[in-house]
């Protein structure tokens, strides 16, 4: 393996920037689960996007599925997450690393009843928060038919596994 091609053909620049730990979370869903966009994937030019996501106590998350267009990797900091690799659940607890490839079938779960947390990393970067927003309507009882169900579903690469 060798390094990409350059990003960046000059003598350098400030650009870098910061979001301070003690920033309020931008979505907060019903269940009391909070989501902190760190970094978007608009802000890394697409490279990758990386999100802190706050379990409460209440039993959550998704069912085993894949991305056709980006990898998914979660770094627990808190508590303990029980994530799906494909063939099996297993808990993981703070350190723990896992890495998705595209197409690599996974899932996330908190059903340990106290509250968790890990970092969800994207890459490359799509634009992931408007998929979380979709879900908080959806917790929120917005309605919709199967039909936009499954539209939304494929406009933000969540394919299901039965």
Same mark, same amino acid.
């Given at each position: 393996?060798?390094?990409? @091609?350059?990003?960046?053909?000059?003598?350098?620049?400030?650009?870098?920037?910061?979001? @301070?730990?003690?920033?309020? $979370? %931008?979505?907060?869903?019903?269940?009391?689960? +909070?989501?902190?966009?760190?970094?978007?994937?608009? $802000?890394?030019?697409?490279?990758?996007?990386?999100?802190?996501?706050?379990?409460?106590? $209440?039993?959550?998350?998704? %069912? &085993?599925?894949?991305?056709?267009?980006?990898?998914?990797? =979660?770094?627990?900091?808190?508590?303990? #997450?029980? #994530?799906?690799?494909? *063939?099996?659940?297993?808990?993981? +607890?703070?350190?723990?690393?896992?890495?998705?490839? &595209?197409?690599?079938?996974?899932?996330?779960?908190?059903?340990?009843?106290?509250?968790?947390?890990?970092?969800?990393?994207?890459? @490359?970067?799509? @634009?992931?928060?408007?998929? =979380?927003?979709?879900?908080? +309507?959806?917790?929120?009882?917005?309605?919709?038919? &199967?039909?936009?169900?499954? $539209?939304?579903?494929? *406009?933000?690469?969540?394919?299901?596994?039965?």
């Amino acid at each position: 393996m060798s390094y990409p @091609p350059p990003l960046y053909d000059g003598d350098g620049e400030v650009s870098a920037w910061a979001r @301070p730990g003690d920033t309020a $979370a %931008d979505l907060v869903y019903p269940n009391g689960n +909070r989501v902190h966009y760190l970094a978007r994937g608009e $802000a890394t030019g697409g490279l990758f996007g990386l999100y802190r996501w706050e379990f409460s106590s $209440a039993v959550s998350g998704p %069912d &085993p599925h894949f991305h056709r267009t980006m990898a998914e990797s =979660f770094y627990v900091l808190d508590g303990e #997450i029980r #994530i799906h690799d494909g *063939e099996q659940w297993a808990d993981y +607890r703070p350190g723990d690393f896992v890495h998705v490839p &595209p197409g690599g079938v996974h899932g996330f779960r908190n059903e340990s009843g106290a509250p968790a947390s890990m970092l969800l990393h994207f890459a @490359p970067g799509a @634009p992931r928060e408007p998929y =979380f927003e979709g879900l908080d +309507r959806l917790a929120r009882g917005e309605q919709w038919t &199967p039909e936009e169900r499954a $539209a939304f579903m494929a *406009e933000h690469d969540n394919s299901w596994v039965e």
